[in-house]
C-alpha cells in the first residue's frame, strides 16, 4: 500500500489548510485511516483517525478546529485543519490501518505545515 499526502504549505495564525491523502496499491482497502504530526524536537503524536465506518476520533488539543473524514471508495482520507495556531506547525503524516490477519499500518510520505503568528 502506498500513501500520497498534500496540501500542506505556510500559513497565518487563525488560517486554514485541507491535507489528503489517499492509499492506492493494495488488494484490500485500509481500515481505519488517519493523521499524526511531529513538531520539530518532539516525538509523533496521533491527531486524529475514522474507521471505515466513519467513527472518528480527534485529539482534544485540535478538537472543535480539525476535521477528519474519508471516502472509502476511494481509500482517501482528509483533514481539515481550521483556526491554525504556531504550535500546529509539524509535518503531517497520513496513515492506513489494513486488518487482515495481523493488523498492518501504512505510512504516507509526510506533509509539512508551518503556522506562523
Known amino acids: 500500500v502506498q500513501l500520497q499526502a498534500s496540501g500542506g504549505g505556510s500559513v497565518q495564525a487563525g488560517g486554514s489548510l485541507r491535507l489528503s491523502c489517499v492509499a492506492s496499491?493494495?488488494?484490500?482497502?485500509?481500515?481505519?485511516m488517519g493523521w499524526y504530526r511531529q513538531a520539530p524536537g518532539k516525538p509523533r503524536e496521533l491527531v486524529g483517525n475514522?474507521?471505515?465506518?466513519?467513527?472518528?476520533n480527534i485529539v482534544d488539543s485540535v478538537k472543535g478546529r480539525f476535521t477528519i473524514s474519508r471516502e472509502s471508495d476511494k481509500s482517501a482520507v482528509y483533514l481539515q485543519m481550521d483556526s491554525l495556531q504556531p504550535d500546529d506547525t509539524a509535518v503531517y503524516y497520513c496513515?492506513?490501518?489494513?486488518?487482515?490477519?495481523?493488523?498492518?499500518?501504512?505510512w504516507g510520505q509526510g506533509t509539512e505545515v508551518t503556522v506562523s503568528s
Open positions: 496513515s492506513a490501518t489494513v486488518r487482515v490477519g495481523v493488523p498492518i499500518t501504512y
Open positions: 496499491g493494495g488488494i484490500f482497502r485500509p481500515n481505519d
Open positions: 475514522i474507521t471505515s465506518g466513519g467513527s472518528t
